[in-house]
């Protein structure tokens, strides 16, 4: 009796999934749990294993199907299952009698160029048979070798256009990005913030801290900690609204933007207020491979108050960071570069300087609220222990 591979519960409000790959083929043998294909749904690809042992028998949903919860999606059947050999190959056909060998081709003549030519030829190591001749009887003139020499190279052959079909994650996040902008008095604040002061305090506890709790210690536990202090002063960047009201969120779930390949997640810090620097940075690491490898759960990108994104890390010094709906604030990273800066005293030094930015919902959150957050932030990051005394 064969055993039905239907598609799994995908998650809250998730009802639909795309096949993206098949990991067995008709005729392969599986133990039960072991993964069989993977779906991808609007935010994660899910593995669905073997409901049992045996061997797939058949596949019902191909790669790139659309399918619902519950629909089949392939039956394993019990033991072996007999697979069509190839069909037997025709009987060698007798050799052929050997041929004599054909005579060589005369060699060609060398085309006859002018010395002038000949000098122009070598200079742009151009070979003279590619060459056409309009002089005297082909002859190869220094105009001819002048004019292959600034010939543009032909375009390769191919199509100039290719069209393929956004995955089921991408046009999710094309979707949520457009809404967030078709539905938020979206506004962008921005800020510079000398990191001399966190720079120093890495190096100085780096190799201690690696050493105490298996993890390096980065940039974003800083800003997630100083996060903390800025939400707690200022509510409504942590609040969002629904419908005629404002939610404001009592707890801190902070999302982190975290980049692959088939495009951009926002796994979600729980809790981020209780967490120390190392559960912050643990978390984010294994956040980060996991959304790498396509293991990263629904439950693991919902439910976020307020988030996080560094494109400094890519190189970006300045951006207008996108809303993550329903949240009403974003808070954009940026790369660190040595900046002129004039200090207390008068004079100049080269500082270390990241750009911060911050997107907020502007039906919830006034201007001044925007910018007292974002100096909040700077405040944090400039004297670290203003965090740990949650000032």
């Excluded at 980065?218 to 609204?241: H, Q, T, Y």
């Amino acid at each position: 009796m064969a055993t039905e591979i239907k598609v799994p519960t995908l998650g809250e409000s998730l009802s639909e999934a795309t096949v993206a790959n098949w990991l067995k083929s008709v005729g392969d043998t599986v133990a039960k749990d072991e993964p069989l294909l993977e779906l991808e749904t609007d935010k994660v690809t899910i593995e669905v294993n073997a409901p049992a042992a045996g061997t797939l028998s058949e596949i019902r949903a191909a790669t790139g199907a659309e399918v619902e919860v519950g629909a089949i999606l392939g039956l394993i059947a019990e033991g072996a299952v007999a697979v069509k050999s190839a069909p037997k190959s025709a009987p060698a056909a007798a050799p052929a009698p050997a041929k004599a060998a054909p005579a060589a081709p005369a060699k060609k003549s060398e085309p006859v160029m002018a010395p002038s030519a000949a000098k122009i030829a070598a200079d742009n190591k151009i070979d003279p048979a590619s060459v056409a001749g309009t002089g005297k009887d082909g002859r190869i003139t220094k105009g001819d070798v002048l004019a292959a020499s600034v010939q543009i190279p032909s375009r390769p052959a191919g199509p100039r256009e290719e069209r393929v079909k956004m995955s089921r994650l991408r046009t999710r996040i094309a979707e949520r990005l457009k809404e967030a902008q078709n539905t938020a008095a979206m506004l962008t604040t921005f800020n510079e913030v000398d990191m001399s002061a966190v720079m120093e305090a890495r190096t100085r506890y780096r190799d201690s801290f690696e050493k105490a709790h298996g993890v390096r210690l980065g940039f974003m536990s800083f800003f997630v900690k100083a996060a903390m202090v800025a939400l707690r002063d200022f509510p409504a960047v942590n609040a969002e609204i629904d419908g005629n009201e404002v939610v404001y969120k009592n707890h801190y779930d902070i999302g982190v933007a975290v980049g692959t390949e088939n495009g951009l997640v926002v796994p979600v810090l729980r809790d981020a207020d209780n967490m120390s620097f190392a559960d912050i940075e643990k978390k984010i690491g294994d956040f980060g491979k996991r959304a790498r490898d396509g293991k990263l759960t629904l439950d693991e990108m919902t439910g976020g108050t307020f988030t996080i994104t560094n494109g400094g890390i890519y190189g970006s010094m300045l951006s207008t960071p996108i809303l993550n709906a329903p949240q009403s604030g974003i808070l954009g990273m940026h790369n660190i570069v040595q900046r002129p800066v004039v200090m207390k005293d008068g004079k100049i030094e080269a500082r270390p300087i990241m750009y911060v930015a911050l997107s907020y919902d502007h039906r919830i959150v006034d201007g001044r609220e925007a910018v007292s957050f974002l100096v909040r932030i700077k405040d944090c990051i400039e004297d670290p222990q203003r965090i740990l005394f949650d000032m």
